[in-house]
């Protein structure tokens, strides 16, 4: 298939993109590289723009015969959203309906949306199922839940055929250390702890150890990012049309923060200083996901089952490229 990755320079897309050559198909990217970077989908089609230009989209879907779309272009930092909720409103809800419509009026009706946890807010229950109810306690959150109620209704009334599928904490690189995870600012917690371990950072911030935890420190359950596009390859091929599949993406096991800090300091053997701060409003103490409902109709079980696993890849992408793909490899 000829598949359009909105977001597909990204950190998750472009591990898509890769995917998506290596079972047979097309990658068609469209991004506008605000967050994206050009070295991480090198030798693949790359049109440079906005997911709101409807002309461009056009053009892409009649000049690349466009046969289904995957889309990783919503703006995904909590905090953000709710200093400027507007960002979002407008790049995650009104760009992402100009896709739709523009999928509508071009004939192509499949649709993988990378979701998120985020949607359930403070989960009652652990390990959060797709039965627990969606409450989004943040802007961001709530964008990414109105375009799975928009889903719904295409597949309703259009007959779309759509997955939705919530990550949980998407993480590591490629084994080969080829592309791996790159943002300005970092926010997420294990390049963060790398970039202390080697040096670019004095220490790591430790957001609260009063939860109720072992350690307690919040607990997350990290997914790598080869298995998050092995879930939307195998959620691609298995889409109906009028009907969706909503699923969680995780590996169903928790690590602490301070779980996640020994071990990136046992696998790049470095010394990383911790610091203590304060609570983060609105961070819930577990957030861990029930992904059998995703192992029952995709057949998807994550490869990387452990911590040590995940952060053994990032390590070797930032060893490689230190100062992300601005650099070239380094010997560490």
Same mark, same amino acid.
């Given at each position: ?37 050009? &070295? ?19 053009? @892409? ?21 709710? @200093? ?46 797709? +039965? ?38 998407? &993480? ?80 169903? /096991?928790?690590? +602490? ?10 696998? +790049? ?43 053994? /890849? ?19």
């Amino acid at each position: 298939m000829n598949v359009l990755v909105v977001g597909g320079a990204g950190y998750i897309g472009s591990h898509m993109v890769r995917m998506l050559v290596q079972a047979g198909h097309h990658p068609v990217i469209l991004d506008n590289l605000c967050d994206g970077h050009r &070295a991480s989908v090198s030798g693949q089609t790359l049109h440079v723009g906005e997911l709101a230009d409807r002309e461009l989209l056009d053009r @892409i879907f009649k000049s690349e015969g466009i046969d289904a779309v995957m889309h990783f272009a919503a703006f995904a930092q909590v905090g953000e959203s709710v @200093i400027d909720p507007a960002k979002y409103y407008v790049n995650n809800i009104m760009a992402t309906l100009v896709l739709l419509e523009a999928m509508r009026d071009n004939g192509v009706t499949r649709f993988v949306f990378s979701s998120t946890c985020a949607t359930y807010g403070e989960p009652q229950t652990i390990p959060i199922k797709e +039965s627990e109810p969606q409450l989004p306690v943040n802007p961001y959150g709530f964008t990414k839940l109105v375009i799975e109620r928009a889903l719904e209704d295409y597949a309703a009334a259009y007959g779309f055929a759509y997955a939705a599928l919530r990550y949980f904490n998407a &993480a590591g690189a490629s084994p080969d250390g080829d592309i791996g995870e790159d943002h300005d600012p970092e926010t997420h917690l294990i390049p963060i702890v790398l970039q202390v371990a080697l040096g670019q950072r004095s220490h790591v911030t430790i957001f609260g150890d009063d939860y109720e935890t072992p350690d307690g420190t919040c607990i997350r359950d990290y997914i790598h990012v080869d298995d998050l596009a092995r879930a939307h390859l195998t959620a691609l091929e298995k889409l109906q049309p009028g009907s969706g599949i909503r699923l969680n993406l995780g590996t169903g /096991t928790g690590y +602490s923060v301070r779980e996640v800090i020994n071990a990136c300091r046992n696998i +790049s053997g470095r010394e990383i200083p911790e610091v203590m701060g304060v609570r983060r409003e609105g961070d819930p103490p577990r957030l861990i996901a029930d992904s059998s409902a995703a192992k029952e109709l995709l057949g998807w079980v994550p490869k990387y089952q452990s911590v040590e696993d995940v952060v053994q /890849t990032a390590w070797a992408w930032h060893c490689q490229h230190p100062r992300g793909y601005h650099d070239g490899p380094d010997v560490q």
